[in-house]
Nanobody, 124 residues
Framework: QVQLVESGGGLVQPGGSLRLSCASS????????MGWFRQAPGKEREFVAA????????NYADFAKGRFTISRDNAKNIGYLQMNNLKPEDTAVYYC?????????????????WGQGTQVTVSS
């Protein structure tokens, strides 16, 4: 089992930044790829970004490229999502998840462990 706890969400103005954290416990964090997904009200959950077990490879949704950066610190068992130049359409609950393949896949179905989510609201 892997337990994931997100933090760092909140209210931010358009153009602002937030850094989300995902703290992992249980099985070794280094064994898993990590992904971030989000779900806006009335919409399906969508892929945001993913990183492989070592941190050497990343994947981003088109809307995240150039604005968001995913990273991880395996020594601290923490993953991060740095979000810059936030837009109102980025408003959503953001979830981190652990990918048992280790590769940091973009498809939701490979993610077996999920956090409870953290709310991000972008509004003036």
């Amino acid at each position: 089992q892997v337990q994931l706890v997100e933090s760092g969400g909140g209210l931010v103005q358009p153009g602002g930044s937030l850094r989300l954290s995902c703290a992992s416990s249980g099985r070794p964090f280094v064994n898993y790829g990590m992904g971030w997904f989000r779900q806006a009200p009335g919409k399906e959950r969508e892929f945001v970004a993913a990183i492989n077990f070592s941190g050497s490879n990343t994947n981003y949704a088109d809307f995240a490229k150039g604005r968001f950066t995913i990273s991880r610190d395996n020594a601290k068992n923490i993953g991060y999502l740095q979000m810059n130049n936030l837009k109102p359409e980025d408003t959503a609950v953001y979830y981190c998840a652990a990918d048992g393949t280790g590769w940091g896949m973009t498809v939701e179905s490979v993610y077996t462990f999920w956090g409870q989510g953290t709310q991000v609201t972008v509004s003036s």
